[in-house]
């Protein structure tokens, strides 16, 4: 079983819709979760960051935690074609090493 | 901020020859930095974990006298790929843990170096 899994996409949504991203871990412990925006041929860009559970806001943005699931997702709203990227979900595992475990990441494509 | 610089951005060389890249943390010291390798349309590969002062952290599968990483200074790591390949092209990004003050494991990547063994 993988670290940190994520739906591959590609995911497309007309422009003005609501994305919604999903992110399953597995190490329970796990208590810092991040995403990452990557355009093609770029470097990962950090966009959100989420340490408790709920929801946590940020523009266009919105980062969702259940640690009882071990599910964290990201909600962009008014979607823009811009936001067509890779996306990555990042998970910092329990052990106290500072590593990140990434998922493969969801291809999302905003349809003009 | 947390920026980090890499250099180059791209490089070409031949077959048998050896290439450093540079990763630096431009407004913050870094006592670790991390190497991934991407290939397209792949996902990130982390393969070594760099801290300030002592030996690098490989990654299993990863040779450690093939990619040599050097970390002499808390804003600067170091990546030399010995005796390149073609197989070993592509695309190399680093990341440092952000300043103190923000929130934990955060990391922030460089723009990545693009390399083509030919």
Redesign the interface.
């Known amino acids: 079983q993988k670290e940190v899994e994520q739906n591959s996409g590609p995911l497309s949504v007309p422009e003005g819709a609501i994305a919604s991203l999903n992110c399953t871990y597995s190490d329970r412990g796990s208590q810092?979760f991040?995403w990452?925006r990557q355009y093609s041929g770029?470097?990962?860009?950090?966009i959100m960051?989420i340490?408790s559970n709920g929801d946590k806001e940020d523009g266009r943005f919105t980062a969702q935690l259940n640690k009882a699931s071990q599910y964290v997702s990201l909600l962009i709203r008014d979607s823009q074609p811009s936001d067509s990227a890779t996306y990555?979900c990042?998970v910092?595992p329990r052990t106290g090493a500072?590593?990140?475990f990434?998922?493969?990441?969801t291809r999302l494509t905003v349809i003009p | 901020g947390a920026v980090v610089s890499q250099h180059p951005s791209w490089v070409i060389c031949k077959s048998g020859t050896s290439v450093k890249i540079e990763c630096r943390s431009l407004d913050f010291q870094a006592t670790t930095m991390f190497w991934y390798r991407q290939f397209p349309k792949q996902s990130l590969m982390l393969m070594a974990t760099s801290n300030e002062g002592s030996k690098a952290t490989y990654e299993q599968g990863v040779e450690k006298d093939k990619f040599l990483i050097n970390h002499a200074s808390l804003t600067l790591s170091t990546l030399t790929v010995t005796s390149a390949h073609p197989e070993d092209s592509s695309f190399y990004i680093c990341s440092a843990i952000g300043p103190p003050g923000l929130s934990s494991y955060e990391q922030y990547f460089g723009p990545g170096t693009r390399l083509t063994v030919t």
């Open positions: 810092s991040f990452y770029k470097s990962p860009e950090l960051s340490y990555l990042a910092n500072n590593n990140l990434f998922g493969t990441g």
